[in-house]
């Protein structure tokens, strides 16, 4: 019994021990390697008769653009490595299927 005492408190000490360690307050990092991050989408109106407003409207809407373009060509040099994996995949069933058949009609089914 005392050493179901002993066990618990020490079992106890350690947990709480451990519990000062843990940083609840963990955020995940901004850039996870997905390249830059987007630049602000909703993109307040210019004022018509400021040049300067004008200006920074123009360049916030082309950074936006630029980026869309960047994630767009990412995504379709991704989309070409799959469907060229699919390709394979199905080159490999193809084979795996023709082998099947040629043992089976070895076997005479």
């Known amino acids: 019994m005392k ?3 002993l066990l618990a408190g020490l079992l106890l000490a350690a947990m709480g021990s451990l519990a000062g360690c843990v940083n ?3 955020k995940a990092p901004e850039n996870m ?3 830059s991050p987007p630049p602000q989408a909703s993109i ?3 004022d018509p008769t400021s040049k300067a407003d004008l200006l920074r409207e123009n360049q916030q809407l082309r950074q936006r653009i630029a980026w869309l373009d960047e994630q767009n060509r ?4 991704k989309s070409g490595e799959l469907e060229s994996d699919k390709r394979e995949i199905q080159a490999d ?8 058949d040629r043992y089976l009609r070895a076997a005479g089914r």
């Open 24 to 26: 609840v307050d963990a």
């Open 33 to 35: 390697g997905w390249g």
């Open 74 to 77: 990412k995504l379709a040099k």
């Open 44 to 46: 307040p109106r210019a």
């Open 93 to 100: 069933m193809a084979k795996i299927a023709a082998e099947r």
């Open 3 to 5: 050493r179901a005492i």
